[in-house]
C-alpha cells in the first residue's frame, strides 16, 4: 500500500487513532493540526467506554491506556443542587461488568499524549498548519496551508473538530455540484446549542472530593459532572440557554467576562456535597467556556475526502461518547479502506466511494442514536421538562442508575466495532453480547474475494 496515503487533518483523539488504525492496515499517513502543540488543554476530560477499550486492546495500546487513566472509579452520586445526595450506587463499575472492559476517565492532554506517543515508527505530525483549500483529481489530492504549504496524499480524512475546515471545504465542493448560494452554512447550520458550559480541571484532589466517585449534580437548567484522580480534579458545568442558538454561523465566541458571570449565576450550586461552584472555581487552574453543539450533518464524504469525529456529528459531552464515537468511525473508516486496498493501492473515485458509503452505513445508525442518548441525559439533567424532571428525581433513583447503563448505554456500546482482519487475543466479554463478534485468526475478514477488489461497484453495501 506504499502509494496511498491518507492525509489526516486533527491531531485530537480521533485522528491519532485513525493513524493507529492505518499503521497497523499497512497504510501511510500524514497528521496536520492547526494547533502548536497536540495536547494543548482543549477539554477538561474524556471518557472511554469499552467499545473502544476493545479497539485499544486490538492496537497493543490498553496497558498503556490504563497507566494513564484514572484508575478505580465506580461510584457515582446523585447530587440536587443543595448538595443533597439523593442517590448512590457503584454503577460505574458495570460497564466492565456488562461489557469486559472497563469505563476509563482521562485528562484529554493525556489521552493524547498517549495516543501520540504510542504511535508505531517514525509518525510524521505536522503543527501549526491551518488547512484553507484542497484540491481534488482522479488520482489524489493537494491540502494547502495557511503558511504557504502544502501536502499531497490519496484521500483527506477530515478529523478536526466541530470548527472543521475540512467540512467547510466540502461544503463547498458539494456548493458547487448543486448550485447552492451559501456554502459555508449548508451543513453547519445542522449545530445547534442548547446548553453552555464551562469546564476544566484543579490541581490535586480538592477537600471534598471523595476517591473513586463520580459527583453529578441536576437541577432546573444546570447540572454539573466531577472526579478524577489525586493528582488532578476534573469538572464540567453545564447552563440551559432560553433558546437554542447556531453559535458556528452566528459566530459566537465567549470572553472572560462571560465566564465570569457564568459562575456568579452558578456560584451556590454544589458539586459535591461540601463543595460549591464558587468553591470549585476559585481552586480551578485551567477553564473554558464553550456551546455545547448537537447534531449530525448529511453529506460524510465526496471524492477524495471523507470527515469523522465531531467534524460529522456533535454531542453534549453528559454521556461522554464523543470521543468514543470518532474512534469507532475511524476504525470503520480503515476496514473499508483494506478492502479496497486489497485489491490496489492506487484505487480509483468510484472504488473509494464505495468504502466511504460503507462507512457511512455502517456507522450512521449508531451516530445518530448516541446523540439523541446524550442530549436526553443532558435534558434529564437540567430537568427540561416537568415530565423529565419527574423521572429524574423520583424515577431513575428506584434502580441507582443501573437500568438506565444497562438497557439505554448497553446498546449503544454493545454495537461497537472492531478491525475486522485483527485477531483479538485478549478479548472479552461481559453479560451483554457484543454485537460484532471476536475476530479469531480463522474469522478475520480476507478481503481476496470482495466486490470491490474485483474492480466493482456495489450499489448496496451491507453493513460489516
Known amino acids: ?51 473502544t477499550a476493545r479497539v485499544f486492546a486490538q492496537l497493543g495500546i490498553m ?31 458495570m460497564p466492565e461488568v456488562y461489557h469486559g472492559y472497563p469505563w476509563m476517565l482521562f485528562a484529554r492532554p493525556r489521552l493524547v499524549d498517549m495516543l501520540k506517543r504510542t504511535l508505531p515508527g517514525n509518525p510524521k505530525i505536522h503543527t501549526s498548519k491551518k488547512v484553507v483549500s484542497i484540491d481534488t483529481t482522479s488520482t ?49 447550520s445542522v449545530f445547534k446549542s442548547s446548553t453552555v458550559g464551562v469546564y476544566g480541571y484543579c490541581e490535586g484532589r480538592i477537600p471534598g472530593v471523595e476517591p473513586e466517585t463520580w459527583y453529578e449534580t441536576h437541577h432546573d437548567g444546570f447540572t454539573s459532572q466531577l472526579s478524577g ?18 453559535s458556528l454561523e452566528e459566530g459566537i465566541r465567549f470572553t472572560d467576562e462571560d465566564q465570569k458571570a457564568f459562575v456568579d449565576r452558578t456560584a451556590d450550586h454544589h458539586v459535591t456535597p461540601t463543595v460549591t461552584v464558587r468553591e470549585l472555581m476559585s481552586q480551578c487552574k485551567w477553564a473554558y467556556m464553550s456551546h455545547l453543539e448537537e447534531g449530525v450533518i448529511d453529506k460524510w464524504y465526496t471524492d477524495r475526502i471523507v470527515l469523522a469525529g465531531d467534524s460529522v456529528a456533535k454531542m453534549t459531552p453528559n454521556s461522554g461518547f464523543g470521543i468514543n464515537t470518532g474512534i469507532q468511525s475511524v476504525v470503520a473508516i480503515t476496514n473499508a479502506l483494506r478492502r479496497v486496498l486489497q485489491a490496489t493501492d492506487t484505487p480509483h473515485n468510484a472504488a473509494l466511494t464505495v468504502a ?19 442530549g436526553m441525559h443532558t435534558k434529564i439533567a437540567t430537568w427540561d421538562t416537568w415530565l423529565l424532571r419527574f423521572i429524574d428525581r423520583w424515577i431513575v433513583p428506584l434502580t441507582n442508575g443501573y437500568l438506565s447503563m444497562r438497557r439505554l448505554v448497553g446498546p449503544i456500546v454493545q454495537e461497537g ?40 461497484v456495489r450499489e448496496e453495501v451491507t453493513e460489516v
Open 1 to 51: 500500500m506504499s502509494n496511498f496515503k491518507v492525509i489526516i487533518v486533527g491531531g485530537g483523539p480521533t485522528g491519532l487513532a485513525a493513524a493507529h488504525c492505518f499503521a497497523k492496515a499497512g497504510i501511510d499517513y500524514e497528521i496536520l493540526d492547526r494547533r502548536a502543540s497536540l495536547d494543548e488543554n482543549e477539554g477538561a476530560s474524556a471518557a472511554v467506554w469499552p467499545n
Open 63 to 93: 496497558d498503556e491506556a490504563l497507566k494513564t487513566y484514572f484508575p478505580g472509579i465506580k461510584w457515582k452520586a446523585n447530587l440536587i443542587s443543595s448538595g443533597q445526595c439523593v442517590g448512590k450506587s457503584d454503577v460505574m463499575a
Open 356 to 374: 466511504f458509503r460503507e462507512y457511512e452505513t455502517v456507522r450512521r445508525k449508531n451516530v445518530e442514536q448516541t446523540v439523541h442518548a446524550s
Open 140 to 188: 489524489g489530492v493537494t491540502v494547502h496551508c495557511a503558511d504557504g504549504s502544502s501536502f499531497t496524499g490519496s484521500i483527506v480524512l477530515g478529523a478536526d473538530g466541530i470548527n472543521s475546515s475540512v467540512r467547510q471545504i466540502l461544503d463547498e465542493k458539494i456548493a458547487q455540484e448543486s448550485g447552492l448560494e451559501k456554502p459555508t452554512s449548508y451543513q453547519t
Open 417 to 456: 466495532i472492531v478491525l475486522d482482519w485483527i485477531p483479538e487475543d485478549g478479548y472479552k466479554e461481559g453479560t451483554l453480547k457484543w454485537n460484532f463478534p471476536r475476530v479469531t485468526a480463522s474469522k478475520a475478514v480476507d478481503s481476496s474475494d470482495s466486490d470491490v477488489e474485483k474492480g466493482l
Open 229 to 246: 484522580g489525586d493528582d488532578m480534579t476534573l469538572f464540567l458545568l453545564y447552563e440551559r440557554l432560553p433558546a437554542p442558538v447556531n
